[in-house]
């Protein structure tokens, strides 16, 4: 066995292992229990702005 073919075969388990880990991320990012904890997380750049106003509201009244 020479270095090209270990260099060769390096490279071919890289490749697997990195379209296993990819389809690993895609299962598990779309699985269904992780529906709830994504659709909060894409809430909260606006939980900022509702607390501002509700605090801007209070000091008003």
Request: proline share 2%.
């Amino acid at each position: 066995m020479n270095f090209d073919n270990l260099i060769f075969d390096a490279r071919s388990f890289v490749t697997v292992a990195s379209f296993l880990s990819f389809l690993g991320i895609v299962w598990w990012a779309y699985s269904g229990r992780r529906k709830a904890d994504f659709a909060e997380a894409a809430n909260l750049p606006f939980a900022d702005d509702d607390m501002d106003a509700r605090n801007t509201e209070q000091g008003h009244g």
